[in-house]
């Protein structure tokens, strides 16, 4: 068994886990900070301490999400509380995210919605750089709004938070902004092993990953808004398949923009 900081690093090391992430898992066990850490490295830890590190070092060696074992994850300046529940937010979440707040701009009270909220990332981000809008946020798991509505709570933001399959969650209401990052892995993509500890809810969606996102797109039109945007999150290489759609649905000015990584990553247009 590990006996102090410098061996459970150590231990971390040789189960091939990066020097940040075992420092992290440590000082969350620990309750410390990375500093501390640092400073201490000669400290003793106590039988149940080092139980629980190398128990959280196995879930990591085994390829579970860091965030979920911290119980947190940096989104848009928020943190998020996150665990098995929800999908792990990611940076190129952050462009749908930053396209919203460029269409927003100078817009009090627009109404907009977030379709398939996971751990409320998108729509939290939203409100939170614009106070003056209603946000609105579905989806069909429950878990994922009871996570979603725990992050709200936390950070202190009014999110309107319903229950549903994409559109049928929302009556007949209107809106003059729709967000989604939905499903859109292929059943069967060999990337999927690697995120096994993550809800497959939240991953795939159909024999070509479309079907999500052929759902957002063909009940769009009943629900916004003249004028209103509809911005969708999909994979690297589905941006022309999107546009496609967009255009078939009727939808003007459709328009890409990439990651961080230069992936094409969000697809929009307008009504």
Known sequence: MIASVAQALDHARALGIERLDAQLILARQLGQSRAWLVAHDDEPLAPGSALAVEAAYARRKAGEPLAYLLGAQEFHGLSLQI??????????????????????????????VDLGTGSGAIALAVKHRCPAAHVYATDLSRDALDVARANASRLGLSVTFVGGSWWSALGGQHFDLVLSNPPYIAEGDPHLPALRHEPASALTSGRDGLDALRAIVDGAPAHMNDGAWLLLEHGYNQADAVQAMLREA?????AMRRDGGGRARVTGAHR
């Open 83 to 112: 665990d098995a529940r929800v999908l792990v937010p990611r940076p190129d979440t952050e462009t749908i995210v930053d396209w919203a707040l460029d269409l927003l701009a100078g817009r009090d009270g627009a109404r907009v």
């Open 250 to 254: 009727g939808f003007n000015g459709v």
